[in-house]
């Protein structure tokens, strides 16, 4: 399902196979899931980060997964029948938050291939998220090492050391295809 969907919009799902469990155990601890009330997912895919939000997060901490791919929301809502699991694109993260009459986020966790994005995108979809994000509030996202050097890949790092008042840089997760490193980026 993920390599199709993969094959049908390679810019937007930018990898060929889900994340790996050592790596969503990583950034979802980046993230600071646990401690957060009102926790949002960029991407979420098949839900290899989703089921482990779900495991560290505060059983009264609310929780919003935002997906644009229909056939993947569909493998979603089948997996997580009780979660919020919205079809939309992220750059309406700010409404969506006030749709569902949340503050701002304390935790993002991204799955968001932003070395496949163009500039102008990546500019909204991080303004997007600055919105979002309560002050102190902490985004995770990860890019593969085969993207770092790609000028999308140093234009994202650039921007985000410009926009977020920290930037830590994680060590590389091996276990996962391809191997990836995870920005901790707190608001
Ligand atoms: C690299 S995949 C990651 C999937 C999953 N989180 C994982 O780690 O296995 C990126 C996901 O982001 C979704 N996506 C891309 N652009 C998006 C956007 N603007 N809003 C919401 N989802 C988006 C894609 O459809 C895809 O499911």
């Known amino acids: 399902?993920?390599?199709?969907?993969?094959?049908?919009?390679?810019?937007?799902?930018?990898?060929?196979?889900?994340?790996?469990?050592?790596?969503?155990?990583?950034?979802?601890?980046?993230?600071?899931?646990?401690?957060?009330?009102?926790i949002v997912e960029y991407g979420a895919g098949t839900g290899a980060f989703t089921e482990e939000i779900l495991r560290r997060k505060s059983p009264e901490a609310s929780f919003l997964a935002i997906?644009?791919?229909?056939?993947?929301?569909?493998?979603?809502?089948?997996?997580?029948?009780?979660?919020?699991?919205?079809q939309n694109s992220v750059e309406q993260t700010p409404r969506l938050l006030r749709q569902f009459q949340l503050a701002g986020a304390d935790s993002i966790v991204s799955g968001l291939p932003w070395s496949s994005f163009e500039a102008d995108l990546q500019d909204r979809l991080l303004e997007a998220t600055l919105q979002a994000l309560r002050p102190g509030g902490t985004f995770a996202t990860f890019a593969y090492l085969t993207g770092l050097a790609l000028p999308a890949g140093i234009r994202f790092r650039r921007k985000i050391k410009g926009l977020f008042s920290s930037v830590s840089i994680s060590r590389v997760v091996w276990k996962n295809l391809p191997p990836a490193i995870i920005y901790q980026c707190r608001k």
């Open 1 to 38: 399902m993920f390599l199709r969907e993969f094959f049908r919009a390679p810019h937007a799902i930018g990898a060929i196979a889900p994340s790996s469990d050592v790596l969503a155990r990583e950034i979802v601890r980046l993230a600071e899931v646990a401690e957060g009330s009102v």
């Open 67 to 86: 997906e644009s791919n229909s056939a993947l929301v569909e493998v979603l809502k089948e997996r997580f029948p009780d979660l919020t699991i919205l």
